[in-house]
């Protein structure tokens, strides 16, 4: 079997039943050695031939609905607003339909390249600036492998967003990745997967954004493990590194 | 710039491959980009991310109720998902896929994550045979893509027709696809294959099937 025939097999199956982290490793290495597989295209077509095969769509329940309105007005808020008004305008001025769907698209993709990104440190000061933003410092973890590691995180309810920073975190091995576990009012049975990340090394201060896999509700703790690299929905916790507790 | 899948049509009638995985016309290509929800969220337009629910909301709960292992999980699923779509909006690019092919495959890739996670507790409904499954539809009443790959669906021999609605509507492993067909896994992986490719196939080129 060539590679490029392993990459479709591998696609197919993610697109279907899902893959290991062995395999999505096996994944991510054969696609840079074969750029010219489009990544999506295997799942693009599942996705179109679900639709085909699916009913007509059933309502949510209002319960459900009205969760997802609540969590959406949140994000709302915490989304940014300069760039709003671009979108706003972008589509306002269509004009002459065949050169503005180009222009549309250019100027979208521009754009994003374009515009300045804060850093996650510049970030994270401005989050921390909001009045509705907690802050907690790293407590001590009798873990030999993280000996000193010290720091803090920053969390807003709100924007359901949030900023690790650390000092002294080692750099893990290929194989081991850190991962961020958020705990809130359902307690540590459904704590939630709040980043997957590395260290450039214990002499450099390193600040990571946070992004909750579900909406969280009061957030309590925060802790993170170290996992195999691409992280896992079913940690043990064995591995801990560091603990916040937010007051 | 027009597709060379159809050289030398005039502007307005003709297609546009704008992108190099996917071939639109040009009637696709300007309502994508007008309407746009996902678009809109990604530039911070707050009213676009509760009419994101509006629009697809009915979509991903059909999704996560029939991939889920029950009505709770799928209540999970359905705000995980739309949260990732949220952060994900500006990754949305119309000239690849329809808004409602790129939302459905996000709700796909998590729910299947979901499912290999929680050791994939298929619904008993699901192993029954696969004629319960309901036919391909037809274009009139879905988008474009998914018209297309109904097309392809169709055409496909009744056993390739089976496994694949076994997989892709019932959420079915591949070895549970084995299990339940008594077709070896090999043949079972070959059918998928070759109905995914064929439907990818049609999708970028933006032929009749």
């Keep these: 079997m060539s590679n490029a025939d392993r990459v479709y097999d591998l696609l197919i199956q993610r697109a279907t039943e899902g893959l290991s982290a062995a395999e999505a490793r096996e994944l991510e290495a054969l696609l840079k050695e074969h750029p010219e597989i489009d990544p999506e295209s295997m799942d693009l077509a599942a996705a179109a031939v679900d639709q085909a095969l699916a009913g007509p769509a059933a309502p949510m329940p209002a319960s459900l609905r009205a969760k997802l309105e609540r969590a959406a007005d949140d994000w709302s808020r915490g989304a940014s607003g300069p760039v709003a008004v671009i979108g706003k305008r972008r589509v306002a001025a269509w004009g002459w339909l065949a050169a503005a769907a180009c222009l549309v698209l250019a100027v979208a993709g521009w754009w994003s390249k374009l515009s300045p990104v804060a850093s996650p440190a510049e970030a994270r000061q401005t989050l921390l600036a909001r009045a509705d933003t907690k802050k907690a410092d790293w407590g001590p973890w009798d873990n030999p492998m993280v000996p000193g590691v010290t720091g803090d995180v920053v ?81 043990d916790m064995k591995r801990r590194v560091v603990f916040a507790a937010l007051k | 710039m027009l597709c060379m899948c159809e050289p030398g049509e005039r502007m307005g009638v003709g297609r546009y491959h704008l992108h190099p995985r996917a071939c639109r016309t040009f009637t696709e290509l300007v309502g994508l980009v007008q309407t746009s929800v996902l678009q809109r969220v990604g530039t911070g337009d707050g009213a676009a991310v509760r009419e994101c629910i509006e629009r697809y909301g009915g979509l991903v709960w059909s999704l996560a109720r029939r991939m889920a292992a029950s009505d709770a999980d799928a209540e999970d699923a359905v705000q995980e998902i739309f949260i990732a779509l949220w952060k994900g909006a500006s990754r949305f690019d119309p000239a690849v896929a329809s808004e409602a092919t790129y939302v459905s495959m996000i709700a796909r890739r998590r729910l299947i994550d979901r499912a290999r996670v929680s050791g994939r507790k298929i619904k008993p409904e699901a192993l029954t045979d696969a004629s319960a499954a309901p036919a391909a539809r037809s274009g009139a009443e879905t988008g474009e893509e998914a018209a297309k790959a109904a097309r392809v669906v169709q055409e496909l021999p009744a056993e390739q027709q089976r496994v694949l609605r076994l997989s892709i509507y019932q959420g079915l492993s591949h070895d549970q696809i084995a299990q339940s067909t008594g077709l070896p896994l090999g043949t079972v992986k070959t059918h998928i294959r070759r109905a995914l490719l064929r439907v990818r196939d049609i999708l970028e080129k933006g032929g009749a099937a």
Excluded: C
Excluded at chain 1, 181 to 191: K, L, N, Y
Excluded at chain 1, 196 to 206: D, H, K, L, R, Y
């Design chain 1, 155 to 235: 969390w807003n309810e709100a924007t359901q967003s949030g900023y690790m920073r650390f000092k002294g975190l080692p750099t893990n091995d290929a194989s081991k990745a850190y991962q961020l576990w958020i705990v809130d009012e359902r307690g540590m049975d459904q704590r939630i997967s709040g980043a997957i990340f590395t260290s450039p090394g214990a002499g450099q201060e390193v600040v990571v954004p946070i992004t909750p896999q579900i909406h969280t509700r009061n957030v309590g703790a925060f802790a993170v493990t170290v996992e195999d690299a691409g992280g896992t929905w079913v940690s």
